[in-house]
């Protein structure tokens, strides 16, 4: 079986030292496989991701030397089939309409916490949605809908784990061999209820990047430890769509001269900005280990 790797960048920023590693590791493991290397816009959220962003994605990651097969696959432009997996997951009442604005969340869990909860934060740190108005009246949610209330549609994670095959796990590359896989539990219900979409972008992440990596046949998901427990979400959604799970590697990150992780706002770590100030490809490739 030909292995298939991706890159999947958001252009809603420049790309920095280390979304050059994550791309260049890609195509490098791709390459020592004889396999495929692809590269995957993941637009959806249209009032951050911008053409010129996008337009200095390519630019970049082509001055950097890497090569990858057209066309590129523009998440932007698969919203109807992405609506069409939401669907399947509305029919099934997996999904539920989630009303509740920041600060209603805000003042539930304060009200909690003054009876002396506790109240559970997810594995990047934010407080677990409450879920309230998964009780809500299906005419009380068509009401609200038709009023033209904002809502988000959040997976009822409980629900969605009694549809699935117990435990879930998956499979991490111990090393960039790939070849060693170890076995990791995933956790999903320490998220909680996660959105799954908005009420106007009929996705989210988890769910197009999921739809994604299995259309596009992904063998290897190689992308930084961020993203290492949101796994376990992709994982419960490839489940209840009946979607074969990719192996992952969760590499490094790289990190600033500081030590703090890099973002995208970093003036010394931008792709862009190194080429300015007149440091060639091989350099950066040198700074980050990847010759
Ligand atoms: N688009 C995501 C990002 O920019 C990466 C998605 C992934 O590799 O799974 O962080």
């Given amino acids: ?41 993941e637009d959806i959220d249209t009032t951050r991701c911008t053409p010129e962003f996008e337009a200095a994605i390519y630019r970049d990651l082509a001055w950097l030397g890497l090569e990858w097969e057209e066309p590129v696959r523009r998440q932007s432009e698969h919203f109807a089939e ?17 009303f509740m604005s920041r600060g209603e969340i805000r003042a539930h869990i304060a009200d909690q916490e003054t009876l002396g909860r506790h109240w ?3 594995p990047d740190g934010a407080p677990l949605y409450p879920g309230v108005d998964k009780q809500l009246s299906r005419r ?32 991490e590359a111990r090393d960039e ?19 799954i979409a908005r009420k106007d972008v009929p996705t989210s992440y988890h769910l197009s990047v999921v739809a994604d990596d299995a259309l596009q046949g ?14 376990g979400i992709q994982r419960v959604l490839q489940e ?35 080429r300015e100030s007149g440091a060639t490809a091989a350099e950066v490739r ?6």
């Fill in 240 to 274: 209840l769509f009946g979607l074969e799970a990719p192996v992952y590697f969760h590499h490094g990150l790289v990190h600033g001269p500081d030590g703090r992780k890099l973002s995208k706002s970093l003036r010394d770590s931008g792709i862009r900005v190194l």
């Fill in 286 to 291: 040198r700074m980050i280990g990847i010759g």
């Fill in 120 to 122: 559970p934060h997810d």
């Fill in 177 to 195: 061999g790939l070849a060693a896989t170890e076995r990791i539990d995933a956790s999903p219900e320490d998220w909680g209820d996660v959105v």
């Fill in 1 to 41: 079986m030909t292995s298939v790797f991706r890159f999947a960048p958001s252009p809603n920023g420049e790309l920095h030292l280390g979304h050059a590693f994550s791309a260049l590791l890609n195509a490098k493991l791709a390459t020592a496989a004889g396999g495929r290397f692809l590269l995957r816009i």
């Fill in 82 to 98: 992405y609506g069409a997996l939401l669907e399947r997951l509305i029919r099934a009442g997996l999904v539920y309409p989630a």
């Fill in 140 to 171: 009380e949610r068509r009401r609200r809908i038709d009023r033209g209330d904002a809502f988000a549609w959040r997976l009822d994670m409980e629900a969605a784990l009694g549809e699935v095959a117990h435990p879930l796990f998956w499979r």
């Fill in 218 to 231: 992904v063998t290897h998901v190689v992308r930084g430890r961020d993203l290492y427990f949101a796994t």
